[in-house]
């Protein structure tokens, strides 16, 4: 009478997991890259074409720079940090966790985006935003956090400049970074939000709502550096290396990711 | 469908359960047959987790295990590896999350069990240890096993300490709730829709089996 229940239990919770612990060792081997979310779609696609052509592959794992930056210095166990902002970059390698000054792999742009539907029209001197904003038209706006996330920094430094970030105060709903920024602007509970240039373009947020580029001299250039962490193994070096080479850059074009001249 | 970050839950789940049960066998036991200053105290701190934001929690837990910290430090001579970040810091947040919903359940489960069928099992002659597996555990048992569905279920839904403290590593710290999180945020509503449901499916089955158990351990002391 004891044996059986306790002794049941206790078989299958250990079948539960012993199952799967060939599968997840399996896995493990490869090595994990910490992504900007404004990467999400387009470093997904990067990794999977890496597969195809390599056979190696490499686990992805997105969230904000700013987060990374910290988990890293807490000892996370990525390979590569592909950052949104390259001052998380330099901090990291001055304080010597990476393996050197690493890389700028794209130059990024912010949209204002609005859900279709929205009685926002998306202009990029968010001039029809200001409007409505005096009129007390806008419910929510969303925009990555301003304090962590480089885009949602960027968001601030764009709102500043056209002079309406006190007044967007109120009605403002911040993401914990620009993916889930998105989610909150075209989930059709926010008259829009500014949002990655590159989730805009992503097949799976394009056709939710309609975007303007906002001019890149009202913010601080995104300049968007990867590195490679000190415990880097062949992996990673190789998939490191075919971000940089035509085929990754194709993808990462078609995303609104540029390089700057000469870099 | 994330299949890998569901087998991890379950794997993750599968080790608080195997950690927390003699745990709370002992400590359940304990609290119920003992009598002590600051018994109350201890109560309380093991209830805390009950309470507290899990977001203080992960904080506290990544401050404690983390690279600078001793704990870290000496994990990381031993086993060669980081502790926060990996599957071996999931399961030390999550026996350390999960205390009150083991102990508890198994606290209640041996209160239930009276003194004088205790007694006449010492004066029977069984050791303690034969008087605990004999007699007291299988009437203590619908406690215990609630106490270890509760942490089942529980640890497959957490999600704020895992968050911090997790790094969101597939097939490693992703698990279900990260996942559906990761779902939402990439607009993959499908997926998200159907890892909702399965996570609604075991917590409804978990939530049954509790009942039942209670149930029955009603019906026996009435």
């Given amino acids: 009478m004891t044996r059986s229940p306790i002794g049941r239990l206790i078989a299958a919770t250990c079948a539960a997991f012993w199952l799967q612990a060939g599968v997840v060792s399996a896995q493990q081997a490869a090595p994990v890259v910490a992504a900007a979310s404004d990467l999400q779609f387009a470093v ?53 966790f990476t393996r050197d000054a690493g ?93 990655a240039y590159s989730l805009a373009l992503a097949p799976q947020i394009g056709p939710r709502g309609t975007y303007a580029l906002i001019p890149d001299d009202w913010h601080a250039p995104l300049r968007q550096r990867m590195v490679l962490l000190n415990d880097a193994g062949p992996v990673a070096q190789a998939f490191y290396d075919y971000m940089m080479q035509p085929a990754a850059r194709e993808i990462m074009e078609r995303y609104g990711f540029t390089l700057p001249e000469g870099e | 469908m994330d299949w890998s970050a569901l087998f991890l839950s379950l794997r993750l789940a599968g080790w608080t359960v195997v950690i927390l049960l003699p745990v709370s066998i002992l400590m359940g036991r304990f609290l119920a047959h003992n009598r002590f200053r600051g018994k109350g105290v201890l109560e309380a701190l093991i209830i805390l987790p009950l309470v507290l934001p899990p977001t203080v929690l992960g904080f506290y837990l990544l401050v404690a295990f983390g690279r600078s910290s001793p704990i870290g430090q000496i994990w990381q001579d031993i086993f060669g590896q980081q502790l926060v970040f990996s599957f071996q810091g999931l399961v030390v947040a999550s026996v350390i999350f999960n205390l009150p919903f083991a102990i508890q359940p198994a606290q209640r489960g041996f209160e239930g069990v ?7 099992a010492a ?9 605990l597996w004999k007699v007291e555990l299988p009437l203590a048992w619908p406690g215990l096993m609630t106490a270890m569905v509760l942490t089942f279920a529980h640890t497959l839904g957490e999600f704020g300490i895992v968050l911090m403290v997790g790094g969101a590593i597939p097939g490693e710290t992703k698990t279900i709730a990260i996942s559906i999180y990761d779902s939402v945020q990439g607009f993959d509503d499908r997926g998200a829709a159907m890892m909702s449901a399965v996570l609604v499916a075991i917590s409804l089955f978990a939530i049954a089996v509790t009942y039942a158990l209670s149930a029955r351990v009603g019906r026996r002391l009435s």
């Fill in chain 1, 103 to 195: 890389d700028l792999y794209a130059l990024g742009r912010v949209v204002i985006m609005v859900p279709n539907g929205s009685a926002l029209t998306p202009d990029g001197q968010l001039d029809h935003l200001a409007e409505m904003l005096a009129a007390g038209d806008i419910n929510r706006f969303a925009i990555a956090n301003p304090d962590h996330a480089p885009y949602g920094m960027r968001a601030r430094e764009a709102l500043v400049h056209r002079g309406i970030w006190d007044d967007l105060q109120p009605v403002l709903v911040q993401g914990e970074n620009v993916s889930q920024a998105a989610q909150f602007a075209l989930s059709g509970n926010a008259d829009g939000g500014i949002l």
């Fill in chain 2, 114 to 120: 009276a003194p004088e069928v205790r007694e006449a």
């Fill in chain 1, 44 to 96: 997904s696609e990067i990794a999977a074409a890496f597969q195809a052509e390599t056979g190696m592959s490499v686990r992805l794992s997105m969230g904000s720079t700013g987060n990374f930056a910290r988990q890293i210095r807490e000892g996370a166990p990525f390979q590569i940090f592909m950052a949104a902002d390259e001052q998380f970059i330099a901090d990291l390698h001055a304080e010597g």
């Fill in chain 2, 123 to 131: 004066c029977c002659g069984l050791s303690p240890l034969r008087s």
